[in-house]
């Protein structure tokens, strides 16, 4: 019901290999059809923490101060330059003079301080608001193209987080309408969307570069079923497929008329715990939990292969990464010994909220006999986004499979009220003192007692940092092969 089978997936792939002929190198110069497996519910990245909106609008239709290029590198976007005070306490950041709005209105220091505000606001649900806008303690705009950023205590990763998609500057007068209708800076313009099938962005002619921008329209296309996946580039459909299902990359690398990028990514799939619940708020059963997990069976039976196995809520890309897999070895025998120690009455009946990510369809299964070995009965529950959010999101679950995208978004684990339900003082004392500190030596020592906590404590079960594969028509260049971010540069693309 949740995964398909390899043979059957092989099946279809070689029932529609007779397509493949009509895959011709060169595209249609004035349009990209980019297919993605999963559809934002909305496009304000400010207000909702769906990845798949960035994947849209991010860099395409909304520009932050700074860029994250491919590379991880933070470079000049909105802001052409900008000064640090050596506290680290205050940037100042020069806006560029030659930025427009979509609707041809002028960009100012004022549209970013009407966004940021807007973001640290009581109530606001921006995905960064603890990470970054809490952190900000004044706001000054000298003049109408001069920022400064005061900040409560130094942060390394400052600049970094502004050029996430929570830290986009929307228009003013717009803002309210930016997840239906959204007007940034960038260079393409949100065209319409035909609900449960496509997004349509069309070349912004004011942009600054317009120039340089090769793809007069880009056509973003939903398809979340592997098969379909197949069909839809194999019968031109579509031009490129991000993060395509990982049993259908071997056969499209057996194939001249396609190029397949595998790079890696800052996700973290896990089978997210509610910490709240009885009986997991007791760490020990967390404990039984992830060592009745096999995270290499799950690596190669559902990503084939395509990832690496992690133990704690950071990615082998993150700086400072420790691999702490091996503190949590598969081994039932261990997992049934803590829920005895735990006093458990077995069977322990779960439920099991599945978003509708093919990782998560066919790493179900594996999930439920891993646990029912230890006397837990689970329950798959599916549904799209929209029940993800309204469920699990709203801390209303008892497990999930769920792949994290966000680089170093471990501070999420220090607000209690996260959908996890992680409470200790402890680590949150962690983050803020690495936070504060201007010690690269120290800040490294912290990160590394931030991640062996958050494993000890067993806050989640981590599984995989998964690779991205990108398969595309050959002749379409500028594509990303690694995501620091989850993003499409779109102004980058060409056919050749």
């Known amino acids: 019901m949740w995964q398909l089978g390899k043979h059957l997936l092989g099946a279809l792939l070689w029932a529609v290999a007779g397509l493949a002929g009509v895959a011709h190198a060169q595209g249609n110069p004035a349009r990209v059809v980019f297919s993605l497996s999963l559809e934002p519910a909305g496009l304000d990245p400010t207000i909702a923490p769906a990845a798949s909106i960035g994947e849209v609008v991010h860099y395409n239709v909304f520009e932050g101060l700074v860029k994250i290029e491919e590379s991880g590198a933070t470079t000049p976007l909105l802001a052409s330059s900008w000064h640090i005070e050596p506290d680290g306490l205050s940037y100042r950041f020069a806006l560029r003079k030659d930025v427009r709005f979509h609707d041809g209105a002028a960009f100012d220091a004022a549209a970013v301080r009407f966004s940021f505000e807007r973001a640290m606001a009581p ?35 400052f600049l970094f987080r502004l050029g996430e998609g929570p830290a986009v500057v929307l228009h003013p007068a717009s803002a309210a309408r930016a997840a239906t209708a959204p007007v940034g800076t960038g260079p393409y313009v949100f065209q319409g969307r035909k609900p449960g099938h496509s997004i349509t962005l069309r070349k912004f002619d004011g942009y600054r570069r317009a120039r340089e921008v090769h793809i007069p329209e880009v056509l973003f296309r939903f398809i979340n079923q592997p098969q379909a996946q197949t069909e839809a580039m194999q019968a031109r459909e579509v031009d490129v497929f991000f993060n395509i299902a990982t ?18 990514s800052s996700g973290k799939g896990m089978l997210a715990l509610n910490n709240r619940r009885k009986p997991l708020d007791d760490v020990r059963v967390r404990r039984a939990i992830a060592h009745a997990i096999d995270r290499e069976r799950f690596i190669q039976e559902v990503l084939d292969g395509r990832g690496k196995a992690i133990g704690s809520h950071f ?33 322990l009946k779960l439920g099991l909220t599945l978003p509708p990510t093919p990782y998560a369809r066919a790493g179900a299964p594996l999930i439920v006999a891993a646990l029912a070995r230890i006397g837990i009965e689970v329950t798959p529950q599916e549904g799209d986004w929209a029940h993800w959010m ?47 500190s201007s010690s690269a030596r120290e800040r490294q020592l912290l990160f590394a007692q931030i ?44 056919w050749e």
């Not at 499209?252 to 396609?258: H, I, K, N, P």
């Not at 339900?421 to 004392?429: L, M, Q, V």
């Not at 995989?464 to 595309?472: C, L």
């Open 315 to 347: 990615s082998p890309t993150d700086p400072g990464y420790v691999h702490l897999a091996g503190l949590y070895p598969y081994d039932p025998q261990r997992a049934q010994a803590l829920m005895q120690e735990a006093g458990v009455a077995l069977p």
């Open 390 to 436: 309204a469920g699990p999101f709203k801390g209303d679950f008892d497990m999930t499979l769920i792949n994290h995208v966000e680089p170093l978004d471990y501070q999420i684990y220090a607000d209690p009220g996260y959908y996890f339900g992680y409470d200790n003082p402890a680590f949150r004392a962690l983050v803020e003192r690495h936070a504060a």
């Open 123 to 157: 109530g606001s649900t921006n995905k960064s608001k603890k990470a970054l806008f809490d952190n900000i303690a004044g706001i000054e705009t000298p003049d109408s193209h001069t920022l400064v950023l005061r900040l409560h205590h130094a942060d390394a990763n």
């Open 247 to 264: 049993q259908a990359v071997a056969h499209f690398q057996a194939d001249s008329a396609y190029q397949v990028l595998i790079g890696a």
């Open 451 to 494: 991640q062996r906590t958050l494993a000890g404590d067993a806050v989640n079960a981590w599984i995989f940092a998964p690779q991205i594969s990108t398969v595309a028509r050959k002749g379409l260049k500028g594509l990303w092969m690694n995501y620091p971010v989850f993003v499409h540069d779109l102004a980058a693309l060409r």
